[in-house]
């Protein structure tokens, strides 16, 4: 079997709340999606789905994605879908970096390997640990009373852990926690997201202030050894996100003792098959993770709920239904939230169908070197 064509196209998310807010005065109304179709030379079609948080959030944005998929595409053509590690290489000599340009391509073959096995991708995976996994909501930055309301509000919807954007001003940071810890019961989970935007001694200041508070704390700052700092001078549990961005700085945060929790973000590492070495990885050194991407819809989900079902419980500390936070469902047999827990298709591959008469006509189309077509919006 060998790659034939791939094709991208772009669809909009809005958001349900109509507005997602964090750290630095960013905010999103509408994410911009970009789904992948990888088609073999026997007619089947594999799905993928790449969706950065806006462009101010990581080195990564929308438009990029899709220059980069054009760029990959011709490439990538006569190749092995299959063949994950050898595609995987074939990405990497192409392109220099850009995981996150890589990422679709990658899911959508894991979701050819699964329908040419007749396998789920969560078996290919490693295997169903457990009937469900259990789903963490974002909390948009607000006021803290309208924060703690939220978290009232899907906590009755059945979530009980809860990602809270703080990262701004520290005194208003504090009230944020403290209001949203107060609507909390036992064995609720709490964690106080600042996605870099604290200085070091702001974060040591929350971190302070916070002690009596049943809370995690994720990415105070922007780098490494600010992170490592703030880490040195609590006792809150330290979730490191956004500079884990590969194997080599797992194992540097592993050697360190920089971190009890990691968010594995699928896109930010290159795909399934990057992100599972991490997986494994994480799991025998003993390190938790919460399992997730940058965003996305229906598809995205999917590829989350897979890797995420396929961890071992002990170590999957959460993980996420981005497609609840949307108002457009694009794929039918897309995982859906039931009581703030989602579970991974059974159907061979992801288990997706995406509607084609909401993706419309796709803004690359490449079947053959330079075979390119881009729309308004590649």
């Not at 803290?144 to 009980?160: I, L, Q, W």
């Amino acid at each position: 079997m060998k790659i034939a064509r791939i094709r991208a196209y772009q669809i909009d998310l809005p958001l349900v709340e109509g507005r997602y807010a964090w750290s630095g005065g960013n905010s999103v109304s509408v994410f911009d999606s970009t789904v992948v179709a990888v088609e073999s030379d026997d007619g089947r079609i594999g799905w993928g789905e790449i969706c950065p948080l806006g462009p101010a959030y990581l080195p990564a944005y929308a438009a990029g994605a899709r220059a980069g998929i054009a760029e990959l595409a011709p490439h990538l053509l006569g190749l092995d879908p299959c063949a994950l590690d050898v595609l995987n290489a074939a990405m990497d000599g192409a392109m220099r970096g850009h995981p996150y340009v890589k990422s679709a391509i990658d899911i959508a073959c894991w979701d050819l390997l699964g329908q040419v096995s007749g396998l789920p991708v969560v078996t290919l995976l490693g295997g169903r640990s457990g009937p469900d996994v259990m789903c963490y909501r974002a909390i948009s930055q607000d006021t803290p009373a309208k924060m703690a309301a939220r978290v009232k509000h899907y906590r009755r919807e059945g979530y009980r852990k809860f990602q809270l954007k703080v990262g701004g001003d520290p005194d208003v940071d504090i009230d944020r926690i403290r209001a949203s810890a107060a609507v909390l019961s036992r064995g609720d989970v709490l964690v106080a997201d600042a996605n870099t935007g604290w200085t070091q001694h702001a974060a040591l200041r929350v971190a302070s202030a916070v002690r009596d508070v049943d809370v995690y704390l994720e990415q105070p700052c922007p780098t490494y050894e600010q992170c490592l700092a703030v880490r040195a001078h609590t006792d809150r549990p330290f979730v490191l996100d956004e500079v884990i961005d590969g194997l080599d700085m797992v194992v540097r945060a592993a050697g360190d003792r920089a971190a009890d929790v990691i968010n594995l973000k699928i896109s930010k590492v290159g795909g399934l098959t990057k992100a599972r070495q991490i997986r494994d990885l994480c799991v025998s050194l003993g390190l938790a993770m919460t399992i997730e991407d940058t965003w996305g819809g229906d598809v995205t989900t999917a590829a989350i709920a897979h890797l995420a079902h396929s961890t071992p419980a002990r170590y999957l500390f959460s993980t996420t239904d981005f497609n609840s936070y949307v108002t457009v469902a694009f794929a039918d047999g897309a995982p859906r939230r039931v009581g703030g827990r989602m579970a991974a298709s059974s159907s061979p591959g992801l288990g997706v169908t995406p509607k084609m008469t909401l993706l419309g006509a796709p803004v690359i189309d490449i079947s053959r070197p330079g075979g390119r077509r881009t729309g308004a919006r590649a």
